[in-house]
Structures are given as structure tokens and as C-alpha cells.
């Protein structure tokens, strides 16, 4: 096999371009993220914000049911408790802000 073909597969090559993109990861990928295993799954960045949030509470606050705490966070009946916990996620920062002026009163 040729080297260029070597780099394409081993992901040093952008895939559909040829573009240089970095260090080999060791499966094909593209900069454009088109490529199946480059999406991400949207029900496992759920789960894991999901996670994040409830073990945060839980060591920092030693709160167990984080229901209420994330609904007074995000008020509104739009959207489950995992899909608030992923826009607290994209902002933890700021959540974490809230929950120590919040929650230590």
C-alpha cells in the first residue's frame, strides 16, 4: 500500500480532502465530521451530562435528588431532566456559580 493511502487510513490525512490534520489516530476521519464515527451520540452526551451534574450535586452538596435543583436552575416544562442537564453542561461554569450562591444560603 502506498504511504498517502497509509496516511488516509491511519487519520493523519483528512479522508475525503487529503488535507493534513494531525497526529494518526488510527481510523479514517475529516475535518467535516461527515464520516458515521465522528458524529456524536447525541443519547450518550445525555447521559453523561446527566452524570456530571447529579455527581456534582451529590459530592459538592451531598444533594441525592437533583430534580429540583435543575428545574429551579431551568424553570420550564419543555424538556426532560437529561436533555436540561446537557445545556447545563454546554454552561457548567455558570451552574456552578448559581449553585454556590443558591444553594449555600
Do not use: H
Given at each position: 500500500?502506498g504511504?498517502?493511502?497509509?496516511m ?8 475525503l ?5 494531525g ?10 465530521g461527515?464520516l458515521?464515527?465522528e458524529?456524536?451520540n447525541y443519547?450518550q ?5 446527566y452524570k456530571?451534574?447529579r455527581?456534582?450535586?451529590?459530592k459538592?452538596f451531598?444533594?441525592?435528588d ?7 436552575y431551568l424553570?420550564g416544562?419543555g424538556?426532560?431532566?437529561k436533555?436540561?442537564?446537557?445545556v447545563?453542561?454546554?454552561?457548567f461554569g455558570?451552574?456552578?456559580g448559581?449553585t454556590?450562591r443558591?444553594?449555600r444560603?
Amino acid at each position: 500500500m502506498g504511504e498517502i493511502a497509509e496516511m488516509l487510513l491511519d487519520g493523519t490525512l483528512d479522508y475525503l480532502t487529503g488535507e493534513y490534520i494531525g497526529k494518526p489516530c488510527g481510523y479514517p476521519r475529516s475535518l467535516d465530521g461527515s464520516l458515521p464515527w465522528e458524529r456524536p451520540n447525541y443519547n450518550q452526551s445525555k447521559e453523561a451530562a446527566y452524570k456530571g451534574v447529579r455527581n456534582y450535586l451529590k459530592k459538592r452538596f451531598g444533594i441525592t435528588d437533583i430534580i429540583p435543583v435543575v428545574n429551579q436552575y431551568l424553570p420550564g416544562a419543555g424538556k426532560s431532566l437529561k436533555q436540561k442537564c446537557l445545556v447545563i453542561q454546554k454552561d457548567f461554569g455558570a451552574f456552578v456559580g448559581w449553585t454556590s450562591r443558591e444553594l449555600r444560603k
